[in-house]
């Protein structure tokens, strides 16, 4: 394998240039060989965030060395030990679990804002494992798990996503109809009938169900499992709708995005905070789902004003 060496030296009375190596160094995984080298395997990014912290240093007062380097001599899976995440996941995954143990439907919320801060920190953490294993694996299998349980507990009955494609219908063909979903609605039930009534069926009446066995037979159910639409495949039910209507344009993909990132997690869009803060306050304060869904209509209808202003590819 090939590596890289940064050796460097810093004037000992420049602690601010020193930290600020330091901290870099960290951040971008580089190992410790001895006091002042340091060592990364070789890749573009690895030699772009050392040839960083090199320039800082030389403009500071200090020396550095940038080389490639190989070790014959070196027994491989050493160099490799000195990148070792295990205790980074080990401390993510003790934080995990105190999360699942506090778990329940009034600490839902709150937890899954934790889990996502933890996400961004595996994430950040992921990126610098240079040779993955089991810990890692394990670290992400825990956080899905415990992200699942999260979102069941905020909406209890959420919908096992089914591996099917997902057929294009005609919205004429759905007017006038009643649709079906659970009750005490939360982000992707909100966004689907909001799409319902906007974009699909302006005159559809929306029926909250205390279980999804009281769903009539001639209803349209959606987001439960045995639903005319629900999740498909990494699909969650807003987005299903999109892909069967064949609705497209910017503003309901981001949309779509947003509702995705609240539902299951994934990419984290820039706005997914501030509405969620929004629809969360709207939910624990109005106990009826049809004044909740009119209010959180509007916050629909705001977010896609705003994104076809914005314009954009």
Known sequence: MNWLT????????????????????????????RDGVYLLPRQPSSEGALTAVAQDVLENGGTA????????NED?????GLFDRSVEYGELLGEIGRIRRALSSDTA????????????TYAQLAEIDFFPGEAQRQTDAALL?????????????????????VARLVAAEYRGRVWATRARPWVDRLASAWLIRRHID????????????????DALGFDFDGAKFSHAG??????????????????LDRLGAIVHYLDVGGVQPPEATGVEQVLAGLRSTITDDDQLLEL??????GLQASFEKEGGP
């Open 76 to 80: 491989p899976t050493r160099l490799q």
């Open 202 to 217: 302006p005159d559809a009446r929306i029926l909250w169900l205390a279980s999804p066995e009281d769903c009539p037979k």
């Open 6 to 33: 940064l050796i460097l030296s810093m004037p000992t009375e420049n602690a601010t240039a020193r930290m600020r190596a330091w901290r870099a160094l960290k951040s971008c995984g580089a190992a410790v060989l």
């Open 65 to 72: 060395l940038l080389a490639h380097a190989d070790f014959p």
């Open 109 to 120: 919320m709150e937890s899954l804002k934790q889990l996502r801060k933890l996400r961004k």
């Open 296 to 301: 959180a209509s509007n916050v629909f209808d």
């Open 145 to 165: 798990d415990v992200e699942e349980g999260a979102n069941r507990a905020l909406s209890p009955g959420e919908p096992h996503a089914v591996d099917a494609a």
């Open 234 to 251: 990494v699909k969650v039910t807003f987005e299903t709708l999109l892909a069967a209507f064949g609705m497209q344009g910017r503003a």
